[in-house]
């Protein structure tokens, strides 16, 4: 059973950063897409990043040049280190498994498991 636990959410001032993680047990990277969405109450699931099989990413326009994700398979982790925040970014944010092999997707419903998600707030 694929389980999916995020941290890292907090507080952070306009301009700041914050890494968010992602443990991910019983799951194989190399075998599916992963990836980080972030949702506004009374808003559309948004798909920010996510990571191929064989370790492509793909950004979502806001957060292009900004937002990195990565991971690590010997921890079974998922990162998203974000820069330069601004008020716009504070969402709940979901990390998400199980898009098919081969495929940079941002779509959520490519994914087949969700975390519970981790609350990030940017403000003054």
């Known amino acids: 059973q694929v389980q999916l636990a995020e941290s890292g959410g907090g507080s952070v001032q306009p301009g700041g950063s914050l890494t968010l993680s992602c443990v991910i047990s019983g799951y194989d990277f190399t075998e599916y897409g992963t990836g980080w969405f972030r949702q506004v109450p009374n808003t559309a699931r948004e798909g920010i990043a996510s990571i191929s099989s064989d370790g492509r990413a793909i950004y979502a326009a806001s957060a292009q040049g900004r937002f990195i994700i990565s991971r690590d398979l010997a921890k079974n982790t998922l990162y998203l280190e974000m820069h330069d925040l601004t008020p716009e970014d504070t969402a709940s944010y979901y990390c998400?498994?199980?898009?098919?092999?081969?495929?940079?997707?941002?779509?959520?419903?490519?994914?087949?498991?969700w975390g519970q998600g981790t609350e990030v707030t940017v403000s003054s």
């Open positions: 998400a498994s199980g898009a098919p092999k081969w495929w940079t997707v941002l779509d959520e419903g490519s994914f087949r498991n």
